[in-house]
């Protein structure tokens, strides 16, 4: 059986370079968009780190001089062997509240606009703001999200379940509620050269596929095999 991992990839300077649309150019666009989603019979959106951002989460792949209030990128600081800054505005995973545009991607699901939110991100930010899991593929797993290994039944938990010092050992330690299972849970989050969830990735490409709008927001598009979806 063939499996699907993510695979890291490095950024070059360039594509480390931040691009800022003048008002009119800025407006010019948005303008599209709203054309465009309304036009749009079956849109979805791909999100990345850095809607996160606002919430105070860091990215992974901004560079040193990022404008942005959270700094430079969790990879980004590892390579130049650096520490984030005093400065620099971040939050814990575990106090962020979702932003506004965690909210518009709510909105835009109640209104039927959106059918599905693919994303790369493990913040839990998407769950949290309300967003059902019927229109959600977190296709890098959720640090509050146990899996029982074996019935598959989830446990939405208020803090991290990841406790494995291992990169590639999941279990936490606990057990299934179900008395006639007990199976052991595992944290759901995905590393690289880990295999993705495999329904959460094919329901991701069969969105895609029948897709005639999507916005992505907030990734690179690097991340492979998650960067071939849009």
């Known amino acids: ?93 575990f106090k962020a509240i979702p932003t506004p545009t965690h909210m518009m991607f709510v909105k835009l699901q109640q209104e039927g606009i959106m059918k599905c939110c693919v994303s790369q991100n493990t913040d839990g930010l998407h769950r949290r703001s309300g967003l059902p899991k019927s229109a959600l593929c977190e296709l890098h797993g959720n640090s509050n999200l146990e899996r029982c290994k074996k019935c598959g039944r989830e446990y939405l938990r208020d803090y991290s379940v990841r406790y494995a010092v291992g990169v590639h050992d999941h279990f936490t330690g606990k057990k299934c509620d179900d008395p006639e299972c007990r199976g052991p849970l595992e944290d759901t989050i995905v590393n ?14 069969d969105e895609a596929e029948i897709a005639d709008l999507c916005l992505v927001m907030g990734s690179s598009l690097t991340v492979t095999p998650a960067a071939n979806i849009p």
Not at 16 to 21: A, L, R, T
Not at 26 to 43: A, I
């Open 1 to 93: 059986k063939k499996s699907i991992k993510m695979a890291h990839s490095a950024r070059k300077d360039e594509e480390k370079k931040e691009y800022f649309d003048s008002p009119d150019i800025l407006e010019k666009k948005v303008n599209q968009l709203v054309e465009w989603t309304r036009e749009s019979k079956h849109m979805i959106t791909f999100t990345g780190a850095g809607v996160s951002t606002g919430a105070g989460i860091p990215d992974f792949r901004s560079g040193m001089n990022t404008s942005l209030q959270t700094g430079p990128g969790v990879w980004e600081l590892r390579a130049n062997r650096s520490s984030r800054e005093q400065k620099h505005k971040v939050t814990s995973t």
């Open 192 to 205: 690289f050269g880990e295999n993705l969830p495999e329904g959460e990735l094919q329901k991701s490409f």
